[in-house]
């Protein structure tokens, strides 16, 4: 009987997990590396409670549906087809996915030679592109997201987008492959920075992995 009551748990919890296609990729440094710009107890809640939520609320949503057996750029590439909760889900994944990447407690990392001179070309200066991009933050109403991509044509560009929406989605206006995003969702600073947004877009460039922005960078280019 023992054996039977397992069996049919395990069949259970098997069933249960069947479709957890999508899973949180590791932190690649302590909730408190931060320190000084991002605080433990927001890192900790961002990352195990909201971006937790959002890649398992993804996997509920495409249970059963074509979507789960598509991967994540799939998804988001003809999201304008599928519900709400798809689009906010798959967002919010990769999103995070992305933004855990590009910060660092390494300082001083410094933007490859080829990205520092695209930069340059395209915003007039690396001062330029900084207040571009911050700037694209802070004007954001409400929740979302700051972003640097690659164009279909290999060119830098800055935007924004509402809620969990970013660059790869059918649904924006201005579409290309993200290299640097930047959440600006109060849940991202206001623990540490309450009202001040404008406070942590500043600090946030202390903590920036440009090692790993570069990396996108020529992976975007080499898909062009």
Do not use: C
Not at 138 to 156: E, M, P, Q
Not at 195 to 205: C, E, G, P, S, V
Request: glycine share 6%; proline share 4%; charged share 20%.
């Amino acid at each position: 009987m023992k054996i039977l009551k397992i069996a049919a748990l395990s069949t259970v919890f098997a069933a249960q997990f069947a479709f957890a296609q999508f899973k949180q990729t590791p932190l690649p440094y302590a909730y408190n590396a931060l320190e000084g710009s991002v605080d433990a107890q927001t890192m900790e809640i961002h990352y195990s409670k909201h971006a937790a939520a959002y890649v398992a609320n993804l996997n509920k949503a495409i249970a059963g549906t074509p979507e789960e057996k598509q991967t994540l750029f799939q998804i988001l590439s003809g999201v304008s087809k599928l519900t709400p909760a798809v689009r906010n889900n798959a967002g919010g994944h990769y999103n995070h996915e992305l933004f855990w990447t590009v910060l660092t407690p390494v300082k001083n990392t410094q933007p490859s030679e080829k990205l520092a001179k695209a930069i340059t070309e395209t915003f007039g200066s690396m001062d330029a592109f900084k207040e571009k991009i911050s700037k694209a933050g802070a004007d954001r109403f409400g929740s979302g997201w700051a972003w640097l991509s690659v164009d279909k044509n290999g060119k830098l560009f800055v935007s924004s987008t509402a809620n969990q929406d970013n660059p790869l989605m059918d649904v924006v206006e201005e579409k290309g492959t993200p290299i640097l995003g930047i959440d600006v969702w109060e849940h991202a600073y206001y623990l540490k920075y309450q009202n001040k947004r404008a406070d942590y877009l500043t600090a946030i460039w202390n903590v920036l992995n440009w090692k790993e922005v570069s990396k996108r960078y020529d992976e975007a280019l080499s898909k062009k």
